[in-house]
C-alpha cells in the first residue's frame, strides 16, 4: 500500500513513449535485427547509501501505469522520417508494450531493489523511464516547494558564467548536448531547462529524449550505451573478442550513422586494443564516460597518431559528470586537435541549488543466463557479480590493475 505521508500520483508521470533516450532506441533496433531471443537480466545499483526502498509502492504504481505507454501516431511518424529506422522495426515497435511481469520490485529495509528480466529486445527499453521515475517521485517528495523557476534561474547563473569566461576562446568548435533524461529533477523541470538553452545558449545542439528533441525541433543524439558491449560478452563465442564483435554488429546495422564509440566497458585501455584501423576509421569518434578526461583524451589522441588517422577528422564526446566549468578546462585543453561534443546529463537537468541528485543506475547483469561485467575506468563503476568472470574478463583482456567491486 503506498504510504499516505508521501506524495502520491493519481496521474502517470510518463505521458509519451518517446519520452526516453534516442540510444535505447537505437539498441534495440539492433538487438531486434540481430539478437531478437537473446535473453537477459537487468538491476538497479544505487552508488549512495540512499534509502530508496521507502518509496517503492509509488514507484510499483507508476510502473504499472506504463502498460497503456505506446507510440502514438504523431511519435510513429517523427521516427519514420529518421533515415537510420527501418520499417520492419518501426512497425514491430508500433505493437510494442511494456511487461510489467517482468520487473520484480523490493524495499528491502529501505533498499530499493529492482531486476527487470525477459527479452533484451523489450528489457533493453525499461531502464530510462524507470530511473526517471525513481528520480521524479523522490525529489517531488523531498524538495515539494522546487520547481522550473528554481532551475531556470541558476541556469541563468551558469550561462553567464560561462560567457565571462570564454570570452578569450573561439567557440566555433563548441557543441554541447543533453544526456539528462535518467536522473533529471522532473520532467518539467527538464523540458523548461532545454528550452531555456535553445535560445540563450548557442552552443546547444541537440537532445538524448526524443520527445523533447520532437516538440522543440533539435536533432536527437545518441549512440550505444555499456550493455551494448556487456551483452556480446555472452553472444561471441571467444570472449576476448567481444568487444570486437559489437563493434561490428553496430557499423553492420548503422553504416555511417550513429558511429560514436563507448571506450570504457572492459577499461579504454582493453577497447583499444581491439580499436584497429578498420574501426578507427570508420566510427566517426568515441565517447568518454569513466576516468581521468584528460588522460583519456590524450590516449585516444595518441592511438589515432599511432595508426596513421588525423585526429581533426575525429569526435571526442565527453559525457561522465560533466558540468560547465569542465567543460570550459576540456575544450581550451582539446578544441585545437579534435572535434569535441559534450554531453550534460545530471548536472544540466537535476542541478538545483541545495538539491542531491540521486546516484543510481540500471546495468545489465546476466545474458542468456550467464553473467556479464563492466569494468570501468573508475573502479567505483564496476559492475559484476560473479567473481569467477570477473577473472575470466581480466585474464582474456590481459587486466591487472582494476579491482574487484562486488
Given at each position: 500500500?503506498?504510504?499516505?505521508?508521501?506524495?502520491?500520483?493519481?496521474?502517470?508521470?510518463?505521458?509519451?513513449?518517446?519520452?526516453?533516450?534516442?540510444?535505447?532506441?537505437?539498441?534495440?533496433?539492433?538487438?531486434?535485427?540481430?539478437?531478437?531471443?537473446?535473453?537477459?537480466?537487468?538491476?538497479?545499483?544505487?552508488?549512495?547509501?540512499?534509502?530508496?526502498?521507502?518509496?517503492?509502492?509509488?514507484?510499483?504504481?507508476?510502473?504499472?501505469?506504463?502498460?497503456?505507454?505506446?507510440?502514438?501516431?504523431?511519435?510513429?511518424?517523427?521516427?519514420?522520417?529518421?533515415?537510420?529506422?527501418?520499417?520492419?522495426?518501426?512497425?514491430?515497435?508500433?505493437?510494442?508494450?511494456?511487461?510489467?511481469?517482468?520487473?520484480?520490485?523490493?524495499?528491502?529495509?529501505?533498499?530499493?531493489?529492482?531486476?527487470?528480466?525477459?527479452?533484451?529486445?523489450?528489457?533493453?527499453?525499461?531502464?530510462?523511464?524507470?530511473?526517471?521515475?525513481?528520480?521524479?517521485?523522490?525529489?517531488?517528495?523531498?524538495?515539494?516547494?522546487?520547481?522550473?523557476?528554481?532551475?531556470?534561474?541558476?541556469?541563468?547563473e551558469k550561462i553567464d558564467?560561462?560567457?565571462?569566461?570564454?570570452?578569450?576562446?573561439?567557440?566555433?568548435?563548441?557543441?554541447?548536448?543533453?544526456?539528462?533524461?535518467?536522473?533529471?529533477?522532473?520532467?518539467?523541470?527538464?523540458?523548461?531547462?532545454?528550452?531555456?538553452?535553445?535560445?540563450?545558449?548557442?552552443?546547444?545542439?541537440?537532445?538524448?529524449?526524443?520527445?523533447?528533441?520532437?516538440?522543440?525541433?533539435?536533432?536527437?543524439?545518441?549512440?550505444?550505451?555499456?550493455?551494448?558491449?556487456?551483452?556480446?560478452?555472452?553472444?561471441?563465442?571467444?570472449?576476448?573478442?567481444?568487444?570486437?564483435?559489437?563493434?561490428k554488429i553496430w557499423l553492420?546495422?548503422?553504416?555511417?550513422?550513429?558511429?560514436?564509440?563507448?571506450?570504457?566497458?572492459?577499461?579504454?585501455?582493453?577497447?583499444?586494443?581491439?580499436?584497429?584501423?578498420?574501426?578507427?576509421?570508420?566510427?566517426?569518434?568515441?565517447?568518454?564516460?569513466?576516468?581521468?578526461?584528460?588522460?583519456?583524451?590524450?590516449?585516444?589522441?595518441?592511438?589515432?597518431?599511432?595508426?596513421?588517422?588525423?585526429?581533426?577528422?575525429?569526435?571526442?564526446?565527453?559525457?561522465?559528470?560533466?558540468?560547465?566549468?569542465?567543460?570550459?578546462?576540456?575544450?581550451?585543453?582539446?578544441?585545437?586537435?579534435?572535434?569535441?561534443?559534450?554531453?550534460?546529463?545530471?548536472?544540466?537537468?537535476?542541478?538545483?541549488?541545495?538539491?542531491?541528485?540521486?546516484?543510481?543506475?540500471?546495468?545489465?547483469?546476466?545474458?542468456?543466463?550467464?553473467?556479464?561485467?563492466?569494468?570501468?575506468?573508475?573502479?567505483?563503476?564496476?559492475?559484476?557479480?560473479?567473481?569467477?568472470?570477473?577473472?575470466?574478463?581480466?585474464?582474456?583482456?590481459?587486466?591487472?590493475?582494476?579491482?574487484?567491486?562486488?
Open positions: 500500500m503506498i504510504k499516505n505521508y508521501f506524495k502520491k500520483f493519481e496521474y502517470p508521470i510518463l505521458k509519451h513513449f518517446l519520452d526516453t533516450d534516442a540510444y535505447k532506441l537505437y539498441m534495440q533496433q539492433a538487438v531486434f535485427y540481430s539478437y531478437y531471443n537473446i535473453n537477459v537480466v537487468a538491476k538497479l545499483i544505487c552508488r549512495d547509501n540512499d534509502y530508496l526502498g521507502y518509496y517503492s509502492d509509488l514507484i510499483m504504481h507508476q510502473i504499472k501505469m506504463m502498460d497503456n505507454l505506446k507510440l502514438s501516431d504523431i511519435e510513429f511518424k517523427y521516427i519514420s522520417s529518421l533515415p537510420f529506422f527501418k520499417k520492419d522495426y518501426i512497425n514491430w515497435l508500433k505493437k510494442f508494450r511494456y511487461d510489467t511481469n517482468q520487473i520484480k520490485l523490493n524495499n528491502y529495509y529501505g533498499k530499493l531493489q529492482i531486476s527487470i528480466s525477459g527479452p533484451w529486445r523489450e528489457v533493453i527499453l525499461w531502464e530510462v523511464p524507470i530511473l526517471a521515475l525513481i528520480s521524479e517521485i523522490v525529489h517531488k517528495n523531498r524538495n515539494s516547494k522546487i520547481n522550473s523557476k528554481h532551475a531556470i534561474n541558476y541556469l541563468y558564467h560561462f560567457k565571462k569566461n570564454t570570452n578569450d576562446l573561439d567557440l566555433s568548435k563548441l557543441k554541447i548536448i543533453d544526456f539528462g533524461t535518467r536522473r533529471r529533477f522532473s520532467y518539467t523541470v527538464h523540458f523548461n531547462i532545454i528550452k531555456t538553452l535553445i535560445k540563450e545558449f548557442p552552443w546547444f545542439i541537440g537532445s538524448s529524449n526524443y520527445h523533447i528533441a520532437r516538440l522543440l525541433k533539435i536533432e536527437p543524439v545518441g549512440t550505444q550505451s555499456h550493455e551494448w558491449f556487456q551483452a556480446h560478452q555472452q553472444i561471441s563465442k571467444k570472449l576476448k573478442y567481444s568487444q570486437r564483435l559489437a563493434l553492420d546495422q548503422y553504416d555511417n550513422h550513429l558511429n560514436i564509440a563507448l571506450t570504457d566497458c572492459i577499461t579504454s585501455d582493453a577497447f583499444l586494443n581491439d580499436f584497429n584501423f578498420e574501426f578507427a576509421n570508420r566510427y566517426k569518434g568515441v565517447r568518454h564516460d569513466s576516468g581521468n578526461p584528460f588522460i583519456w583524451g590524450e590516449k585516444i589522441l595518441n592511438h589515432y597518431n599511432k595508426l596513421g588517422i588525423n585526429p581533426i577528422k575525429k569526435t571526442l564526446l565527453f559525457s561522465d559528470n560533466l558540468n560547465f566549468n569542465k567543460i570550459i578546462y576540456l575544450y581550451r585543453h582539446f578544441s585545437n586537435r579534435v572535434n569535441l561534443i559534450f554531453g550534460l546529463g545530471t548536472k544540466l537537468t537535476c542541478d538545483i541549488p541545495h538539491i542531491k541528485p540521486l546516484n543510481i543506475v540500471i546495468k545489465l547483469i546476466k545474458c542468456n543466463n550467464k553473467p556479464v561485467a563492466k569494468l570501468s575506468d573508475s573502479p567505483g563503476k564496476t559492475v559484476c557479480y560473479d567473481k569467477n568472470f570477473i577473472l575470466s574478463l581480466k585474464k582474456a583482456f590481459n587486466i591487472c590493475n582494476i579491482k574487484n567491486n562486488f
